[in-house]
């Protein structure tokens, strides 16, 4: 059966982003495979949204990058999460939790 | 953000926005490439494979001014104090071991306490350089 895939939100993939840094540094083509990965493939993210996160993050000092050689020998940009991106993680892994227990509650109530 | 910075983005702003624009399309190339050649590698041929890669990223041009946008809106980046850093912290290592070696009546504890001084800056100087380039799994 084919597994029906869901949007997201943006606050939703910089979370995603971050947690897929979390996991080590990758590069930006990297980080969707990542993400693609740990969820099963379940997620529909249109691959060049990524960027646009990657660089807030950045902005936002979550995730630093610097530019290096990729496996096959072409230059390419790696991002990896920073102390702060780290914390921010942990923040938003709960704020998201809070959020999901809390629509759960409100879809169960009869 | 304060005046200061606001100025001194603007200025980089204007100064780097070629450059910019070119790393930005570099690494959205980048992932375009990788894609056709995943898409290749599940048996499409080079062309379809290519457009499917262009249709999954989406817009090309759109994604590419968002990133140069907030790229030109990105903090002064500290590489180049961290840089100057580092070459004071050798410069500073290199003057202390001159000195070890050149200065007359050593005795032993004071030889050992600048050899100490010597390889604290060293290890301080790896730290600072290991600490510049992201560590790939």
Redesign the interface.
């Known amino acids: 059966m084919a597994k029906s895939k869901a949007g997201l939100l943006q606050g939703t993939l910089d979370m995603l982003i971050l947690k897929a840094l979390s996991?080590?540094?990758?590069?930006?083509?990297g980080v969707?495979q990542r993400i693609a990965q740990i969820s099963g493939d379940a997620l529909k993210i249109?691959?060049?949204?990524l960027?646009?996160g990657l660089?807030?993050l950045?902005?936002r000092?979550w995730v630093?990058?610097?530019w290096?050689v990729?496996d096959n020998n072409?230059?390419?940009?790696?991002?990896?999460l920073t102390r702060a991106g780290r914390k921010q993680l942990i923040l938003e892994e709960r704020n998201w939790e809070r959020l999901a227990g809390a629509t759960m509650k409100a879809l169960r109530a009869s | 953000m304060s005046r200061i910075r606001a100025t001194i983005n603007s200025i980089r702003a204007r100064l780097h926005h070629d450059e910019i624009a070119r790393?930005?399309e570099?690494?959205?190339r980048?992932?375009i490439?990788?894609?056709t050649r995943a898409n290749i590698e599940d048996g499409m041929n080079p062309d379809e494979a290519q457009r499917a890669a262009l249709q999954?990223?989406?817009?090309?041009n759109?994604?590419k001014s968002?990133?140069c946008e907030?790229?030109r809106?990105?903090?002064f980046n500290t590489s180049l104090l961290r840089m100057g850093l580092n070459i004071t912290i050798a410069v500073l290592a290199g003057v202390a071991a001159l000195w070890t070696v050149n200065t007359p009546h050593h005795n032993l504890p004071s030889l050992l306490s600048q050899l100490g001084f010597v390889a604290v800056l060293t290890c301080l100087f790896v730290v600072a350089r290991r600490k510049?380039?992201?560590?790939?799994?």
């Open positions: 996991l080590g540094a990758l590069h930006g083509y969707g249109e691959e060049g949204s960027y646009p660089y807030r950045e902005q000092g630093q990058s610097a290096d990729s072409q230059k390419a940009k790696f991002y990896k | 790393e930005v570099t690494e959205l980048f992932h490439e990788m894609r999954s990223f989406g817009d090309f759109n994604v968002a990133c907030i790229r809106s990105l903090p510049q380039k992201p560590h790939r799994q």
